[in-house]
C-alpha cells in the first residue's frame, strides 16, 4: 500500500492596499489639504480644502470611496472651466 497524496494549500490571497482619503487642493494647489468624508447616514460625500476652505459635496452610495468624491470635484471643475472658455469665446 502506497501513501496518500497530500494536496497543496493554495496560495495566500494578496492584500489590496489602502485607498487615501487626503489630496491635493485644485484651487490651492496646497498637497495633502483636501480631506473627504463620506455619511452614510445622509448619503453626503464631501471634500473640504483645510486651507482655502473651498468644498464639494455630492450624493454618495454604498461604493463610492474618497478617490471617488475628489474626482467628481476635479471633473466638475473642468467642465466648469470649458463652459466659462465657451461663452468668453462666443
Known amino acids: 500500500m502506497g501513501k496518500r497524496k497530500s494536496t497543496a494549500k493554495p496560495p495566500p ?14 484651487f ?3 498637497g495633502n489639504s483636501v480631506e473627504c468624508r463620506i455619511d452614510m447616514k445622509n448619503l453626503i460625500g464631501e471634500a473640504v480644502c483645510r486651507i482655502c476652505q473651498e468644498n464639494f459635496s455630492t450624493t454618495v452610495n454604498a461604493l463610492t470611496e474618497p478617490i471617488d468624491i475628489y474626482s467628481e470635484w476635479i471633473d466638475e ?10 461663452d468668453d469665446g462666443a
Open 13 to 26: 490571497k494578496k492584500k489590496m492596499g489602502k485607498l487615501e482619503t487626503i489630496f491635493s487642493c485644485p
Open 77 to 86: 471643475c473642468e467642465r466648469v472651466n470649458t463652459v466659462e472658455e465657451e
Open 28 to 30: 490651492c494647489n496646497h
